[in-house]
């Protein structure tokens, strides 16, 4: 069992900045597939970005690339979102999920262990 906490949300203007962390706890001595997802109200949890057990292979949805990137530090056992240029339409609800895989990508249904999530809230 993993336990994922999030944290570093809040409210930024646009074209701000603001890393989040999630921060696992547990037996992650196993290794886990890593990645940020994000929900608005009435809609699904969509991708954000991945990245694999290792630390490589960062894959991002269309809507972040060249803003947002994702690392991780394996010795904390923590993965952060560096978010860069925010708009208003990043305000979200963002939530880091953890993978039994070496990467599970965009695909929301592979991860197994989800953390309770992290208001972000751009102001135009």
């Known amino acids: 069992q993993v336990q994922l906490v999030e944290s570093g949300g809040g409210l930024v203007q646009a074209g701000g900045s603001l890393r989040l962390s999630c921060a696992a706890s547990?037996?992650?001595?196993?290794?886990?597939?890593m990645g940020w997802f994000r929900q608005v109200p009435g809609k699904e949890r969509e991708f954000v970005a991945a990245?694999?057990?290792?630390?490589?292979?960062?894959r991002y949805a269309d809507s972040v690339k060249g803003r947002f990137t994702i690392s991780r530090d394996n010795a904390k056992n923590t993965v952060y979102l560096q978010m860069d240029s925010l708009q208003s339409e990043d305000t979200a609800v963002y939530y880091c999920?953890?993978?039994?895989?070496?990467?599970?990508?965009?695909?929301?249904?592979?991860?197994?262990?989800w953390g309770q999530g992290t208001q972000v809230t751009v102001s135009s």
């Open positions: 547990g037996r992650t001595s196993d290794g886990y597939a």
């Open positions: 990245i694999s057990r290792s630390g490589g292979v960062p």
């Open positions: 999920g953890a993978a039994k895989t070496y990467y599970s990508g965009s695909n929301r249904s592979a991860y197994d262990y």
